[in-house]
């Protein structure tokens, strides 16, 4: 078990240009969710995943955003045209479907588009 | 609205002082609630978990919290403080209303002086 992977660690992009994100869970969990957390703030729910199905959507997933989780194993964040206002630590957890709010997460992709 | 709220940006203590983090939520039924740590570029790990039962309630590294249902508080609490506990604490938020995801704070930045 190596825990909740993240790559890449940091992204610096251009402002219109797409990126992505990938999240490797830990590999028994089946849920896996994606987290935004700005500075001073306290991360923030984008979207969730149990095995494939994407099950919940937050509105601050505009529709520029979208995420994979093909074979329910890992998944993908992308962010299409990014803007300035993007720039964050996108953080992704996975959890046991047995254990609520059993959270594992990862350290993180700090992203700043300049 | 359902929300969590940390009042103190910043909290200074002297080493091998005694730590109290405040966190209230706004919940209508029963929370689950959490405290998370985050060190610096990095992902969030669990210090302790309440979801029913006693309301003390002990958890990693010498951290306890308190659920005071009355005051709609879950503060976090340290007898001495050392050194490498110096990060950013968040109090998080769950229940039924909230499906599988965590509502997090604003985060407690805490420094040590020695």
């Known amino acids: 078990d190596t825990g909740v992977s993240q790559n890449p660690r940091h992204k610096i992009t251009k402002r219109g240009q797409n990126v992505t994100f990938r999240c490797d869970p830990i590999?028994?969990?089946?849920?896996l969710y994606w987290y935004r957390q700005t500075l001073g703030q306290g991360p923030e729910f984008l979207t969730y995943?149990?095995?494939?199905?994407?099950?919940?959507k937050s509105r601050l997933l505009s529709d520029r955003f979208s995420a994979e989780r093909p074979k329910g194993s890992f998944s993908t964040l992308e962010i299409q045209r990014t803007e300035q206002g993007d720039s964050a630590m996108y953080l992704c957890?996975?959890?046991?479907?047995?254990?609520?709010?059993?959270?594992?997460f990862g350290s993180g992709t700090r992203l700043t588009v300049v | 609205a359902q929300s969590v709220t940390q009042p103190d940006i910043h909290i200074t203590v002297s080493e091998g002082a005694s730590l109290e983090l405040r966190c209230n939520y706004s919940?209508?039924?029963?929370?689950?609630l959490f405290w998370y740590v985050q060190s610096p570029g990095q992902g969030l790990q669990l210090l302790l978990k309440?979801?029913?039962?006693?309301?003390l309630v002990q958890g990693i590294k010498g951290f306890e919290a308190e659920f005071k249902r009355s005051q709609s508080s879950f503060n976090l609490r340290k007898p001495s403080v050392h050194w490498s506990d110096a990060a950013e604490y968040f109090c998080?938020?769950?229940?039924?209303?909230?499906?599988?995801?965590?509502?997090f704070g604003a985060g407690t930045i805490l420094r040590v002086k020695s």
């Open positions: 957890a996975s959890s046991p479907f047995d254990v609520p709010y059993g959270y594992t």
């Open positions: 590999s028994e969990h089946n849920r």
């Open positions: 995943f149990q095995n494939e199905a994407q099950l919940e």
């Open positions: 919940y209508g039924a029963t929370p689950y």
């Open positions: 309440y979801f029913s039962g006693d309301t």
């Open positions: 998080a938020v769950g229940g039924l209303e909230y499906g599988n995801k965590l509502v």
